[in-house]
């Protein structure tokens, strides 16, 4: 199909994959098909739609889309991020040991340990960071193992193609949420992940106007599983959000470059800024994880946590910003900045925030498309404040 071939650049399989113009009228941009059945042409003869929770237009072309991007055999579009998630876990069953990076997403540690444990699922939360842990951490009954990198909020890197080939020595797969890099800088599965799970809320959307999460798998397995989870669970993406995240997509090259030129200059400001403690951020020089990152993707991204010293700090510093906004998420073009510890995070026991270092002072910012002069000036006489 136009635009799907392997052989076509990132940006141009963006724009184009999943996508050819609609074959009735030639509409550029595939329509929202806003319908829950379709007609058939006669008792036993249907064009290929029958229901909307199983196949719909838009949302096929979204998720032929993010398949091409991600390099695997298919894409799933979920109603969120968690959602997407909450399908990723219907691939393991009560009895069975699941291996997750200990500092992942607030809502990911709230799902797996508050609703996943009440059906006999067991968790061991590692620092993935070095894999020697993931290896500690198996045991005969682990049949997933869940990874976040760069994580949230500390910004730990872990080892894709190390994970994955000890997984796959247990007997287990290789998830791996890729919501930070977007698959424009990091591709897990050519890496050897079975799975790529994005909250498409992000970057892959963009504009902070849609929530949405989609899957990625490496063979048809598991494709078969999540589009038969997909029917059977109902958690499926609208049409309309799924028209707003391929609308996002088709920039994705371009807004990916731009945050990161602009996260990198805001990373440099605040690693040289006296006021701030320290500054977490793949692609300063003194971070642990910036060679592995090096290796294993072509950006750093643009999320950066810093720290402020002190809760009192971090409060006087957010409540005076203007043109950075004070919300959760990221990803987005506008610049978006929270405490983790009160707002994404806090789901996380205090006691385990404290050992994973998410202080009350830290502040996490997702830099956006602004002029980073505008951003830079802001931060200043926010940071003046201190
Ligand atoms: C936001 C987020 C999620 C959850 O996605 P939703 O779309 O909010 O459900 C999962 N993982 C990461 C890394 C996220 O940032």
Do not use: C
Request: proline share 4%; glycine share 8%; no cysteine.
């Amino acid at each position: 199909m136009k635009g799907d071939s392997k052989n076509l650049g990132f940006s141009t399989r963006a724009v184009h994959a999943g996508q050819p113009p609609d074959p009735t009228t030639g509409s550029v941009s595939v329509p929202i098909y806003q319908t829950s059945t379709y007609a058939m042409d006669e008792l036993g003869k249907h064009k290929g739609f029958e229901y909307a929770r199983v196949q719909n237009p838009t949302r096929s072309a979204l998720e032929a889309n993010v398949a091409s991007l991600e390099g695997g055999v298919s894409g799933h579009a979920f109603s969120s991020g968690m959602a997407a998630i909450s399908a990723i876990l219907t691939l393991v069953k009560a009895g069975d040991h699941v291996i997750a990076s200990h500092n992942v997403y607030g809502g990911t540690y709230r799902f797996f340990t508050q609703i996943l444990e009440r059906y006999n699922l067991s968790f061991s939360w590692v620092d993935t960071t070095d894999v020697a842990n993931i290896e500690a951490a198996m045991t005969d009954s682990t049949r997933l193992v869940f990874l976040e990198t760069p994580t949230n909020p500390m910004m730990g890197v872990s080892d894709i193609a190390a994970a994955a080939e000890l997984a796959h020595a247990h007997d287990a797969l290789l998830a791996v949420d890729n919501t930070f890099m977007s698959p424009y800088f990091q591709r897990p599965l050519a890496l050897g992940a079975d799975i790529v799970m994005h909250s498409a809320t992000k970057f892959l959307n963009g504009h902070s106007d849609a929530l949405g999460g989609l899957l990625v798998t490496a063979r048809e397995k598991e494709a078969e599983w999540f589009a038969f989870v997909q029917k059977s669970a109902g958690a499926v993406l609208g049409p309309f959000d799924s028209f707003l995240i391929l609308r996002g997509i088709k920039t994705l090259a371009v807004r990916m470059e731009r945050h990161e030129a602009s996260g990198r200059k805001v990373a440099e400001f605040l690693n040289a800024h006296d006021k701030v403690v320290r500054v977490l951020y793949p692609g300063l020089p003194d971070h642990p994880g910036r060679e592995l990152q090096q290796r294993q993707a072509t950006g750093f991204g643009a999320l950066i946590s810093f720290d402020l010293g002190s809760h009192a700090g971090a409060k006087t510093f957010l409540d005076r910003l203007r043109v950075l906004t004070l919300a959760e998420s990221l990803g987005g073009v506008e610049t978006l900045i929270s405490q983790p510890a009160t707002m994404t995070h806090a789901s996380v026991p205090a006691d385990r925030r404290a050992e994973l270092g998410i202080t009350d002072g830290l502040v996490r910012v997702s830099v956006g498309l602004e002029d980073v002069d505008d951003l830079i000036a802001d931060l200043t006489q926010a940071l003046d404040a201190v």
